[in-house]
T-cell receptor, first 113, second 113 residues
Framework: DADVTQTPRNRITKTGKRIMLECSQT?????MYWYRQDPGLGLRLIYY???????NKGEISDGYSVSRQAQAKFSLSLESAIPNQTALYFC????????????FGPGTRLTVL | AQSVTQPDIHITVSEGASLELRCNYS??????LFWYVQSPGQGLQLLLK??????LVQGIKGFEAEFKRSQSSFNLRKPSVHWSDAAEYFC???????????FGAGTRLAVHP
């Protein structure tokens, strides 16, 4: 969905490096999410934010941090990357409604050597 | 705890054949259920969703899904598959307390000409 953009799309880094993945949205949604996708495991939630001042840990937050700089921007950081953080990372947004449907960005493929 | 099971990791069908992808969920209350599709190199696109009303839900690209409470299932169907349907399909349930999605591991669909 072009309304949710992620940068970079691909990144290769080394163990111990600090990495930031960025997500921007033009949908005007209050809620933003970070997921990681691993083969055979589906998507798992890392962090989520219901507004600029509300940030919450998901099921696999260890080793990650986030920043909600504005309603439209939600960044994910790996303070000291390790190889098992190699994955495909997705940002998603939603607006509070009956089903709270989430809309996903194109993903960032991160490789940690 | 809520969970989603997609029993079939990989399915291969011939173009023009019918398709059914299975999804079983574990959730105490009335679930909000979703099917997403991920084409190669792309993000996740919402196919359809169910949160109330008619248990047969129509989605985009000719897909439909049927919610069966007695079987805790939300299977995805398409009467005639096209080669462009080759992708990975994810079933998800919304965890009501935190508005987060719990995903199944995905089913990869291959379409033979």
């Amino acid at each position: 969905d072009a309304d949710v953009t992620q940068t970079p799309r691909n990144r290769i880094t080394k163990t111990g490096k600090r990495i930031m993945l960025e997500c921007s949205q033009t949908k005007g949604h209050d809620r933003m999410y970070w997921y990681r996708q691993d083969p055979g495991l589906g998507l798992r939630l890392i962090y989520y934010s219901f507004d600029v001042k509300d940030i919450n840990k998901g099921e696999i937050s260890d080793g990650y941090s986030v920043s909600r700089q504005a309603q439209a921007k939600f960044s994910l950081s790996l303070e000291s990357a390790i190889p098992n953080q190699t994955a495909l990372y997705f940002c998603a947004t939603s607006v509070r409604e009956g089903a709270d449907t989430q809309y996903f960005g194109p993903g960032t493929r991160l490789t940690v050597l | 705890a809520q969970s989603v099971t997609q029993p079939d990791i990989h399915i291969t069908v011939s173009e023009g054949a019918s398709l059914e992808l299975r999804c079983n969920y574990s959730y105490g209350a009335t679930p909000y259920l979703f099917w997403y599709v991920q084409s190669p190199g792309q993000g996740l696109q919402l196919l359809l969703k169910y949160f109330s009303g008619d248990t047969l839900v129509q989605g985009i690209k000719g897909f439909e899904a049927e919610f069966k409470r007695s079987q805790s299932s939300f299977n995805l169907r398409k009467p005639s598959v096209h080669w462009s349907d080759a992708a990975e399909y994810f079933c998800a349930v919304r965890s009501g307390g935190y508005n987060k999605l719990i995903f199944g591991a995905g089913t990869r669909l291959a379409v033979h000409p």
